[in-house]
């Protein structure tokens, strides 16, 4: 599932901005720094706005082209912010087969936020996983952590009227 860039107004500090260049600069002429740079950056803001790519791109010499085929390509890496309430759907095998793809996509309609992105107003966030470890209890999907498991298209809307 590819990931959608949001646009959500970016609010990075001179301080984060300042730990980013320091990471950049120790880290830069290492190979196989972008990773570690990426992951670093990303536990600094949180995720990986298009603005920090810039700078990382700017300061590498990388195309920022590059480095968002990577922050895009590997799911650890979040392209927007979480929301308040940040929703994940278990894709894994044992959770698909039992019909967390129909569960998934009931979360994005009713609350009109795409898969992979996060609402305008900072609201929600929904996000496609693998594996959370709850097999037992597929389709699986968590809410700032909490677990719901044993899912079906039909409980979403009482599971999202708790966070509305």
């Known amino acids: 599932m590819k990931k959608k860039l949001t646009t959500v107004a970016f609010q990075g500090t001179p301080e984060q901005k300042e730990k980013l260049l320091a990471v950049i600069e120790k880290l830069k002429d290492q ?9 670093q950056a990303q536990d600094i803001y949180g995720y990986l706005p298009i603005e920090v790519q810039k700078i990382i791109a700017e ?7 590059e480095i968002f085929g990577i922050a895009s390509f590997y799911s650890m890496f979040k392209l927007n912010p979480d929301g308040k309430y940040a929703i994940s759907v278990c894709l894994g095998t ?6 967390s793809g129909d569960v998934l996509d009931e979360i994005s309609k009713q609350l009109n936020v795409p898969i ?3 609402s305008a107003d900072g609201k929600y966030s929904v996000e496609a996983t ?5 097999c037992g209890l597929a389709p699986v999907m968590t809410i700032n952590g909490e677990v ?5 298209k039909t409980d979403v809307k009482t599971i999202l009227e708790k966070y509305q």
């Open 31 to 39: 190979k196989g720094a972008m990773m570690p740079i990426l992951q």
């Open 59 to 65: 300061k590498t010499g990388v195309s920022l082209e």
């Open 94 to 99: 044992a959770c698909y087969v039992k019909g």
């Open 116 to 118: 992979g992105s996060t």
């Open 130 to 134: 693998r594996c959370l470890g709850a």
């Open 148 to 152: 719901y498991g044993s899912l079906k």
